[in-house]
């Protein structure tokens, strides 16, 4: 039976932008009225929330707490935990809303506690929080010093290597994409006319939500979701099950080496920011030698902004240079990196979010 993606809605980017705004001027405040280091210590603070957040998405706690609210007791029995230990860890969770105790030692969902669960952005969670990842960061100073990434000095092997060799670990980083995209795209569908293109490329489009999404939005529209071999079980069943595997196929293959042909548009979310300048151009070459003079190439990543203006950008670009040797851009970096590969810039869409979406050509 085929199912509609569901995915959240927000507010107009006006709205959106005011609230950021405010929030910023009152965490600005909150600094300046408190000691620097008492500042400086809560943000160290965070090292233990997300371990918390990790340990109570990994156990599945908010999908066991979706039909109303359980005891400690009963959520140590169901998870297979120390009832005493689980108990101090969900007690600091809910004095950071995440959970709610709503009487001695009965803890019940909160709006942040449901972003844990299955449906929403649990696999991003415990993706970005596995011991995996507390051990790469653990040796950042080895990249400060020497500019290179330090998954292959802990892991024995760049990233998207291992991903391939470990079956487990590329399911959830799979799924964890997943859930990025289902994140972010209500904030790139009403910014762009994907409807006056007929044949879409989706480059590095893993399960394959994207594509699902414009083409259930866009009945007109046809798709290829193109990415490395071991995404092809998922992301069939995904085009299965959202019933759009009439219009849309799954080409295994690797960007490093060919681009499939005859596309209107081809699309690359959160693809280039995955890799260096000199990785960037190899794929952004192919691209050009495949991509037909009159399509169009539509990069969707974080910006950096520029100052010290605040940006998710800003905070992502540690995980790029330290698990991968990628980097965040500005939008000069990205002009810069599109001219060295032949292309030329027709415009630039701003979401809602630090994301935007920049439309090329073939110069």
């Known amino acids: 039976m085929k199912k509609t993606i569901e995915y959240p809605h927000y507010p107009p980017r006006f709205v ?8 910023h001027l009152f965490m600005r405040l909150n600094r300046r009225f408190t000691h620097p280091n008492v500042a400086v210590f809560e943000m160290a603070h965070n090292l233990w929330l997300a371990a918390g957040l990790n340990v109570a998405a990994e156990l599945g ?21 120390h009832e005493e230990s689980l108990y101090r860890m969900m007690r600091m969770l809910a004095s950071q809303e995440i959970f709610r105790e709503t009487k001695s030692r009965f803890f019940t969902l909160t709006p ?19 011991k995996r ?18 998954h292959e000095i802990v892991l024995g092997n760049k990233v998207f290597e291992d991903l391939g060799q470990d079956e487990q670990h590329n399911e ?57 071999p071991q995404s092809a079980g998922l992301a069939v069943k995904f085009i299965e099950r ?25 699309i690359m979310k959160n693809i ?31 910006v950096v ?29 990205f002009r810069i990196l599109l001219d060295q590969a032949g292309f030329r810039i027709r415009k630039v869409y701003r979401t809602i979010s630090q994301l935007i979406l920049i439309e090329a050509e073939k110069a």
């Not at 707490?65 to 297979?80: M, N, P």
């Not at 006056?196 to 699902?212: F, P, V």
């Not at 959202?242 to 081809?266: H, K, M, N, Q, W």
Request: hydrophobic share 40%.
């Open 16 to 23: 959106v932008l005011i609230f950021e705004r405010m929030r």
């Open 242 to 266: 959202y019933g759009i595997d009439d219009r849309c196929t799954f080409v295994a293959g690797s960007f490093f080496e060919t681009i499939p042909e005859g596309g209107d548009l081809y």
């Open 112 to 130: 942040l506690a449901g972003a844990l669960q299955e449906n929403n952005i649990k696999f991003l969670i415990t993706s970005h929080l596995s």
């Open 172 to 228: 959830r980083f799979i799924n964890a994409m997943t859930n990025v995209s289902l994140m972010q795209i209500s904030t790139i569908l009403p910014v762009y006319p994907f409807k006056k293109y007929k044949n879409i490329i989706d480059i590095g489009g893993g399960e394959g939500l994207m594509m699902a999404a414009l083409l259930q939005k866009y009945p007109g529209c046809r798709g290829i979701v193109f990415d490395l």
């Open 305 to 333: 902004e520029e100052g010290n203006k605040p940006s998710i950008g800003k905070m992502t670009d540690m995980l790029m240079m330290t698990a991968l040797e990628g980097k965040e851009r500005t939008k000069d970096e």
């Open 61 to 81: 706690i908010a999908d066991l707490l979706k039909e109303g609210g359980k005891s400690i007791h009963d959520l140590a029995v169901l998870t297979g935990t």
């Open 272 to 302: 280039l920011h995955d890799w260096n300048d000199e990785s960037c151009l190899i794929i952004l070459r192919n691209i050009a030698m495949t991509m037909p003079s009159a399509s169009r190439l539509l990069i969707i990543d974080p």
């Open 133 to 150: 990842q507390f051990h790469l960061f653990g040796e950042m100073m080895y990249t400060i010093r020497t500019g290179k990434s330090v």
